[in-house]
């Protein structure tokens, strides 16, 4: 006679919303991800060839990304969010669809756009030499020295960047994607000079993880965020709609107070059909 061992599964930590009290939405996300402007000027600001290499680049994926003309779907992931198991850890997103638990985490990221997100030390306070050169740059993008340039300051440069070396204009153009992509806040807020110093060394700013670091601007915003009003999320926030793509949710978010549904099926066909993830 086979005896049957019964195995104790874990219990899930409880849900942020009641099942069907789940609050809708006030207005669509703000997100900063998606300034058409920003992209319009360092296309326009870079030479053909300068733009293909940076669209082949290890950080082109953005910029192929804003290509596909992506739909955002503010809805969906409102409700993927209100799914949200109560959790400790702030850098893994865990939500309950039906019976089905899903994470989100660091390795996900890393699968779904492709960046490096190795580990690296001093992340928040990476220490780099002020020289002559980064100086002159500098004042070419018309930064102040102790701060990384804002959104705004990058469209402004990208019109009067047509007598810069060529380097240069790559280092704009890499500037571009640290601003609008990788920290993805408002148009006005400076960025982090430490990191945006980098760029003084092109294969350095290339290869340094940044998968890391915008995986932590995105889960830094979504931390204890109020799904109750109106919020922003800093950071490319569009992953986690690709992500629900990608784990393939063939049911339907639904709630129960208003009876509207939002199928991700049409999702679903972006995803298979481009998949530059």
Known sequence: ????????????????????????????ISYHTDDMKLFTAIRGALHPNEYQDLRDSKL????????????????????????????????????????????????DFEHLIGLNCDYVENLKNLRCEVTEEKIAFWQLLGVGIDVGPTTEQIIAACKRCSEWSRDDRMRL?????????????????????????LVM???????????????????????NKDLTKFY???????????????????SIVWSSRTKQTVSTSAGLQWWQRTQIF
């Open 1 to 28: 006679m086979t005896s049957r061992l019964k195995i104790d599964l874990p219990e899930l930590p409880k849900r942020l919303f009641t099942l069907g009290e789940e609050p809708e939405p006030v207005k669509s």
């Open 60 to 107: 082109g994926v953005f910029l192929k990304f804003k290509e596909l003309n992506f739909a955002w779907t503010s809805r969906m992931v409102h409700f993927m969010l209100c799914f949200k198991l109560d959790i400790k850890n702030k850098y893994e997103l865990w939500c309950l669809v039906g019976p089905d638990p899903v994470r989100f985490s660091l390795i």
């Open 173 to 197: 153009g890499y500037l571009a994607i640290f601003t609008g992509f990788i920290e993805g806040r408002k148009f006005s807020t400076v960025t982090r000079t430490s990191l945006a110093r």
């Open 201 to 223: 060394d092109l294969e350095e700013f290339e290869n340094y993880p940044w998968g890391r670091v915008a995986f932590k601007v995105m889960m830094d915003a979504l931390w």
């Open 232 to 250: 922003t999320i800093d950071g490319f926030v569009q992953v986690i709609q690709v992500w629900v793509y990608s784990v393939r949710i063939q």
